[in-house]
């Protein structure tokens, strides 16, 4: 029993420092690392795809195929769905 | 199969939810929300009158095959709308109505809504907004079915 309760607190130990060393290193909220995507989006969506609403136009054009993946869930969902309550014929 | 109270209500409701979840599918490159935020509002709609008024009244109306064929001609506009992309514009999903003349070509000057821009964001806003919407009533349908079939036996 108290091997197991060793092992519990020494991993909890390595677990917690490597969360506060994560957490303290994390950028501060609204400065991002890496800005230059989003700051391309924000200066040429309007000019590329014609839309003021810049998610939209993230969803829907810059990352796509994302969306038609979220559609190919949808889809597998409602097949999956009806597969299952299908109105069976009793004999 | 709810009271009298229900049913008026949910009458009285359901065009107005109607009404705004295809505002804002049609306003997905303008507002927020989007396809399938506004699918999601009609179908809510929808499942509004099925739970008032009963499966057995809504299955009269409608079959979850036509709300099948609904959703695949939902998926398959996305889909062709991505693929005249890669005819039109050389790569999937590429926008290539933006900046010309067809509808829904302009480009906007300001940030001041204009319907009539956003390239191919909108058709596909409206694909996904049929897809969404045949989808989630489609599921329901098929579950309040096979639950009042078994309470029925």
Known sequence: MEGRMLVAAGSLTIVS???????????????PNAYKMDQYIIDHTQNESGANNGVTAVVFDYRGFDTL??????????????????????? | ????????????????????GLYVIAHGHLTPGGGFQG???VASGLILLL????????????????????ESLGALGFIGVAFLGLIFGGMFFTNF?????MLFGGIPTSTA????????????????????????FAIVLVMAYAISKEEGE
């Open chain 1, 17 to 31: 420092i490597f969360l506060i060393f994560g957490a303290l290193l994390i950028h501060p909220f609204g400065v």
């Open chain 2, 113 to 136: 809504a204009n319907i009539n821009t956003g390239g191919t964001l909108p058709l596909m806003n409206f694909a996904v907004g049929l897809k969404v919407i045949a989808g989630l």
């Open chain 1, 69 to 91: 993946g979220e559609a190919t869930v949808l889809f597998t969902a409602v097949a999956g769905v009806i597969l299952v309550f299908r109105r069976v014929k009793k004999e």
């Open chain 2, 51 to 70: 739970v008032a008024y009963g499966t057995d009244w809504i299955i009269e109306k409608i079959k979850e095959s036509h709300l099948s064929i609904l």
């Open chain 2, 1 to 20: 199969m709810m009271s009298k109270i229900v049913k008026t209500i949910a009458g009285i409701s359901f065009p107005f939810i109607t009404i705004y």
């Open chain 2, 97 to 101: 109505i933006a900046g010309t003349s």
């Open chain 2, 39 to 41: 699918g999601a509002i």
